[in-house]
């Protein structure tokens, strides 16, 4: 994910400039040709799998591509290379990038309810590639020698050492301006009529968002809502869109059950077989390890790091895995690197063989980072745990990181081995019942609260027998 667009973009001055968008039909400036915005789109496809990973389930992949390649063949720019992924991502959020490439999360999955809704989603992201936004934005952002937008809590020159796939995926997060918000739910609405979807489902995925938005208790903004940006005033403009047009053009499949029926069993929330937190402590049940950040770090587990920053995020402490051989090679490698300084010495960590030590680093704005690595063979794997910050502020943080770089250990707790993802589970319901009644007879980990969210009702919504509603399975973490 460190690949950079620069030597592309000064090819591209000399090729593009104002052209008129097939979707919109407006007039566009853009530095960025469509060959270009292909092998933008071709090279950020594999990162973004790599980095976020995909839902496993080839059957709902299928599902997803094959609706989202029948909403891309009625826009205006059908040939695009497009894709569509379910990514394996709890948060409910769906994004595209340049070029016809288009993600939903498992967690935007679980919260909508029917292929009416689901089209609603692709149709918007569609609408962002065929309008261009991402491309123009990043010519904007080009022209102000801005650059591409990091999206990350850190500092980027803390990051770039730390082995975290930070650059690549601040392509996906440039956030949109709200003309851009509008346009793409109007051409999303275009979409998914072409397709033939009740049009009347659209404004229901924003009743969701908000109702998510809220329950996220004002503290962690949906990833959806903070990228596309003012969902109430959306609604309202959608719906005074749809009731413009002739009901006859509207469409009218729906297709819950079809929908509901293809999500069964998808899993719901953090899967903590990837690794979970309790405080500062950090569980990894499949590789079998635990280790202890720094008190009051904020800590977050990606993909491929498990990071905590110090509180005024000037230092990092990240755990991956090295691919080296041995803790030897590793540390040969890591020490080698152009400005790294260092002497690194044998030891052990619990028993098991490592080599590391203090290091000093001087970056490519000549700024010296100190710092403590540690490189421990465990489990057939050789594991790279590091902590660094600038060097000037590095005594205040160094005790600290060598106890919690000293901290990995084998995890043994079969608790904590045996711990399990939940479910999205579909019931037809045997009788009619409210939300609440459905709560207690087939109670779950969430409260009815999540219930009434996942199924985007009121509580006191009354359904009829034989209804299927989704309810949460699975044990609360230990
Ligand atoms: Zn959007």
Known sequence: MQRTFAPLMAAAVILAGC???????????????????????????????????????????????????????????????????????????????????????????????????????????????????????????????????????????LARYAGIASQGLGLLFLKYSRDDESQADQLGLRYMRRGGYDAHRMPEVFTLLDRVGQASGGGRVPEWLATHPNPGNRRGSIERQIAALP?????????????????????????????????????????????????????????????????????????????????????????????????????????????????????????????????????GSVYQLLAYGPQARWPAYARAADQSLGSFDRLTDPTLLAVQPWHVDVVAIPQAMTIDDFERRYPGPTPAATLALVNNVDPGTQFRSGTLLKRIVGQPLP
Not at 66 to 78: D, I, K, T
Not at 270 to 275: A, L, S
């Open 19 to 157: 052209a008129t968008n097939p979707a919109t039909g407006e007039k566009q400036f853009s530095l960025i040709s469509e060959g270009q915005e292909i092998q933008m789109g071709l090279e950020a496809d594999p990162s973004i799998v790599a980095s976020m990973g995909l839902d496993p389930d080839s059957g709902r992949q299928r599902y997803v591509r094959e609706m989202g390649l029948r909403l891309a063949r009625v826009s205006e720019r059908p040939n695009l290379p497009w894709t569509f992924r379910v990514i394996d991502d709890p948060v409910v959020n769906a994004f595209a990038v340049p070029g016809g490439h288009i993600y939903v999360t498992r967690g935007i999955l679980a919260h909508l309810n029917s292929e009416a809704e689901l089209a609603s989603v692709l149709g918007h992201e569609i609408g962002h590639v065929t309008a261009r936004h991402s491309v123009t934005q990043m010519s904007r952002q080009q022209l102000a020698q801005i650059g591409l937008v990091v999206g990350t809590v850190l500092k980027p020159e």
């Open 247 to 379: 009901a006859e053009s509207l469409g009218t499949v729906v297709n819950r059950d079809a929908y509901l029926r293809h999500i069964d069993g998808v899993v719901f929330g953090n899967n903590p077989r990837d690794g979970f937190f309790r405080g500062s402590e950090f569980f990894h049940p499949e590789l079998r390890f635990r280790f202890t950040f720094p008190q009051g770090w904020a800590t977050q587990n990606q993909r491929q790091a498990v990071v905590a920053v110090s509180r005024q995020q000037d230092a990092i402490e990240a755990i991956t895995l090295s691919d080296q051989a041995t803790p030897e090679a590793a540390a040969r490698a890591f020490f080698s690197q152009q400005g790294v300084r260092g002497t690194p010495s044998r030891g052990s960590i619990h028993g098991f063989a490592a080599v590391g030590g203090g290091f000093n680093a001087i970056t490519e704005d000549s700024s010296v980072l100190a710092g403590q690595v540690a490189f421990v063979a465990y489990g």
